[in-house]
């Protein structure tokens, strides 16, 4: 029987299957470059965390043919073991990437997905660049028109979804599936979609490590690799009758954001990357409190009180967490105690309990404002330091460092991959790594790149 196929899907099966034989803009490839190198350093400090170690005690159990490596470790396993480990590393705790509009975090399941296909067929490394920034669009596209917000807050995830999308479609295309395939391959993709709003409930992060890494990462490629093998399915599940868009979309939608301006307005474009290794709400508070402290030289003992406004519903998400690296009012005092913020700093249970952190603590007022609210998420934050001589300094940001409006430097990634990496490898190897990211495209195999991040 003949399927109907409607012009979106046609186009959009197309584009996927073709996207890595064509070029990129210069600009997009750049910034994909260090979206790439944020994606290591986060699987490889993650690998020494406790969801990195959980998901490495589970993938030795599984052995399997040693196509692709687990980052930081000698295990060669499955490609899709591979993707799993790797996804949960990237978002082991909050030091990943995110793709605020979509609210997703593209780099943690695309990257892994991209990578171990790459690994598994000795592909290049201007292919594996290719197919990541087809991942973050497919990522984006789908969240963005399903509704991110209304779709979050019915209780699934967006970045579960998003991200099983974006890895299926990097792997989809690495695997160099016809347009035929890529529709088949949706559609197994459309029949994994899950992840609930209830991960944020788990205090050691591994279930969210899971749902927002290693589950999409695994799952969209396990999509790409059945229909490679031979599966058919349904052909079109982004129309028809009760489609996907009927089942998952809360509100009104138009299916043609899936495609629209595709080949043209990259979504990497409007990817984030976090300036300090911790959630991306506090990104615009650390941001500001960083810059007045640095301007006006003023020392803890000097506050009376922080007084903090930032987007109603970003604090809602970091708002007195019990957890340091998501907590915006004890992040701001370990950053107005030290004077800076490191990733290990950032993830030290044990400062939550130290006297003079909980007294800077009860200084800090996090108050949510409607009116900061962007549906761009670029981490917005208008602040107040009173200081005990009177003055009171004011400072804010609309468009925090390391938001797609005012993206890090290489110099300033190279330094937070370095923090991150460099215990675990050694600052030159992490080094040469870096490096090598930086010119990936023009890497013939990118088994070649294993040496820098495995044991």
Request: contains cysteine; positive net charge; proline residues 5%.
């Amino acid at each position: 029987m003949t399927q109907v196929v409607s012009p979106i899907m046609l186009k959009l099966s197309k584009y996927i299957a073709s996207a890595t034989t064509k070029p990129i803009p210069e600009n997009v490839s750049q910034r994909a470059k260090l979206h790439l190198i944020d994606t290591f350093a986060a699987m490889i400090s993650g690998s020494r965390l406790e969801p990195g170690k959980k998901a490495i005690s589970y993938i030795k159990t599984l052995g399997g043919t040693p196509e692709a490596s687990v980052i930081g470790t000698s295990i060669k396993t499955t490609a899709q073991n591979a993707a799993l480990a790797n996804g949960m590393f990237g978002h082991a705790d909050e030091t990943d990437d995110t793709h605020p509009p979509s609210l997703t975090h593209p780099g943690t399941s695309v990257v892994p997905a991209a990578l171990a296909i790459s690994e598994k067929y000795r592909l290049s490394g201007v292919e594996m660049l290719r197919a990541i920034v087809l991942g973050y669009d497919i990522c984006s596209r789908v969240l963005l028109t399903l509704k991110p917000m209304p779709f979050l807050r019915s209780g699934h995830h967006a970045g579960a979804t998003g991200q099983l999308f974006g890895a299926s479609a990097a792997a989809g295309s690495l695997l160099k599936l016809s347009p035929l395939e890529v529709r088949y391959m949706l559609s197994y993709t459309g029949q994994q979609t899950s992840g609930l709003y209830t991960m944020f409930r788990d205090p050691e992060h591994i279930e969210k490590a899971y749902a927002m890494g290693g589950m999409p990462a695994h799952n969209g490629l396990q999509a790409a690799l059945m229909v490679k093998s031979g599966w058919t399915g349904v052909e079109d599940i982004f129309s028809g009758e009760r489609d996907f868009f009927h089942t998952f979309a809360p509100e009104e939608f138009d299916r043609n954001d899936l495609v629209d301006g595709l080949g043209k307005r990259y979504e990497m474009m409007r990817a984030s990357i976090k300036r300090w290794p911790i959630g991306g709400p506090i990104q615009g508070p650390m941001h500001v409190l960083n810059d007045l402290i640095q301007e006006h030289q003023f020392n803890a003992v000097d506050i009376v009180k922080i007084i903090v406004k930032m987007p109603d519903k970003e604090l809602e998400i970091v708002n007195n967490r019990p957890m340091p690296d998501i907590s915006v009012q004890h992040l701001l005092s370990v950053m107005a105690l030290d004077k800076k913020l490191t990733f290990k700093t950032a993830h030290d249970f044990n400062r939550m309990k130290d006297a003079g952190v909980l007294k800077m603590r009860a200084k800090v007022v996090a108050i949510g404002d409607a009116s900061l609210t962007d549906v761009q998420r670029r981490w917005r934050c208008v602040m107040e330091v009173h200081l005990k001589n009177g003055k009171i300094i004011h400072g804010q940001t609309m468009a925090a460092k390391g938001s797609f409006e005012n993206p890090l430097t290489i110099s300033e990634e190279t330094e937070k991959a370095m923090d991150l990496i460099a215990p675990i490898l050694g600052k030159q190897r992490s080094m040469d790594l870096i490096n090598q990211l930086l010119h990936i495209d023009t890497m013939k195999n990118i088994q070649s790149l294993q040496t820098f991040y495995t044991k």
